[in-house]
């Protein structure tokens, strides 16, 4: 029987007269991860692979960034449209959150739908992001249309498009609830459906803008920790 703990691998032999003799076996890393490899099945559950990543960054066998919370995004995304330049960037709140969690080498997902126009694939190119989750729907990605005015970002018309009719299906639910933290917002579509998310167990955050009058957060406020 072998066991993976932080230092190495414990092995545990059964020897004469019903005692067992445990010994600390130090390993190189590239034999510890090919133990780790060699010990899965098929699957892993979440808090089996959680456990595995802390105790490998913690005996320096994988990167400490790699053992860190693990972020879900959810909800509303948009292109920034600079219509004087043509300039186009992919934003929208969760999406920059997924994006600066990547930053002090946290890992994150983003769930949400684009369209089937050129931007659509433009947003799903976000580096490092988890989008398997983000899913293309017949129709036109939305897009903020923004000026410079004076240096300046100034924001104008926002055209909503396949945007408007997202909801979390079951299936997003499920790998929402995987994550150490559920971030969403007021334009993502997500408060009618959080009480599903909270059933599963997710810690959620929730933006509010600064809209903290709007009767939409009479639904959301109650179901959300953040």
Known sequence: LTRLLSAGIVESRRGGNGYIRITRVRVDRETLLMHVINSLGERVDLPSARAILGNLAEAGALPEGLARTLLAAVGDNCMDVYDRTGEAYPGGNPVNVA??????????????????????????????????????????????????????RVFGDYDEGVMEHFRMTEDDLDFLASHDLVVSGLWG?????????????????????DKLEDPRLDEALPRVDY
Do not use: I, Q
């Not at 947003?123 to 129709?139: N, T, W």
């Open 189 to 209: 579509h997500t408060g009618p459906d959080l009480y599903k998310l909270k059933a599963r167990g997710a810690l959620v955050a929730f933006d509010c803008a």
């Open 99 to 152: 994006v600066y969690t990547l930053r002090p080498g946290g890992a994150a997902s983003y769930t949400g739908v684009v369209g089937t126009d050129a931007y659509g694939p433009r947003m799903r190119a976000a580096k490092g992001v988890d989008v398997s989750h983000l899913r293309p729907e017949p129709g036109k990605t939305a897009v903020s249309h923004v000026e410079l005015v004076n240096g300046d």
